[in-house]
């Protein structure tokens, strides 16, 4: 499982409100990334960091924002929660060798959000 | 940018054999096959990188077409255990993947 866990699993919030969603990863991989999940859709990357404090926008970045202060953290915050950004949550990290060797993306085990 | 797969649902009964494709209008680098079962992050298959390699997890196996830019799945004497949904994952050296809306597939006894 690539030493990735996400906090919490579950939130139901209000809209909104502020929501912080934690990925923490125990392998010191430099990628890190975020992704949204809906029927339908697939996975749409929302932030991606490429190491510490260096971050980068994906295709659904609006209401989203990221930081990452230490490499094993890398957390998402939704400004102002509201009823389109219910989803399931991936955090993912890359494990990257030599090019093309070994360049495999792990999934977290996901975080379910429901804004009401 | 999201490659388009197909089909975008697809029964089989157990021994059957089944494709899926991704395609792109973009120039790829590589392309990153994940099955998800129901509840569960999506688990990594296999990577195929551009030069039409083909590869194989179990009797799943995969090849890329870089001309077209298209990948295909191939599932073969299914098994009970491959059902779930398929995701291809599209790279265009960016380090960035773009996913497609994913192919479920269901095998039955």
């Known amino acids: 499982d690539a030493g990735i866990t996400q906090s919490p699993r579950h939130k139901v919030t209000e809209t909104g409100t502020p929501v912080t969603l934690r990925c923490h990863q125990t392998?010191?991989?430099?990628?890190m990334y975020w992704y949204r999940q809906d029927p339908g859709h697939g996975l749409r990357l929302i932030h991606y960091?490429?190491?510490?404090?260096?971050?980068d926008k994906g295709e659904v970045s609006d209401g989203y924002s990221v930081s990452r202060s230490k490499t094993e953290d890398f957390l998402l915050t939704l400004e102002s929660a509201t009823s389109s950004q219910t989803s399931v949550y991936f955090c993912?990290?890359?494990?990257?060798?030599?090019?093309?060797?070994?360049?495999?993306?792990?999934f977290g085990p996901g975080t379910r959000l429901t804004v009401l | 940018q999201q490659p388009v797969q197909s089909p975008q649902a697809v029964i089989l009964r157990e021994g059957e054999d089944a494709v899926i494709n991704c395609s792109s209008s973009?120039?790829?680098?590589?392309v990153h096959w994940y099955r998800q079962k129901h509840g569960e992050a999506p688990v990594f298959l296999m990577i195929?990188?551009?030069?039409?390699e083909q590869k194989g997890h179990e009797k799943i196996s995969a090849s890329f077409n870089e001309k077209k830019q298209q990948s295909s799945l191939y599932l073969t004497a299914s098994q009970l255990s491959y059902s779930g949904t398929y995701f291809c994952g599209t790279e265009m050296a960016d380090y960035k993947l773009s996913f497609g809306a994913g192919t479920t597939v269901t095998v039955r006894a």
């Open positions: 960091s490429y190491g510490v404090k260096d971050t």
């Open positions: 195929l990188l551009k030069g039409g």
């Open positions: 973009k120039a790829l680098y590589s």
């Open positions: 993912a990290i890359t494990q990257r060798g030599l090019r093309g060797s070994s360049d495999t993306q792990y």
């Open positions: 392998e010191n991989h430099r990628y």
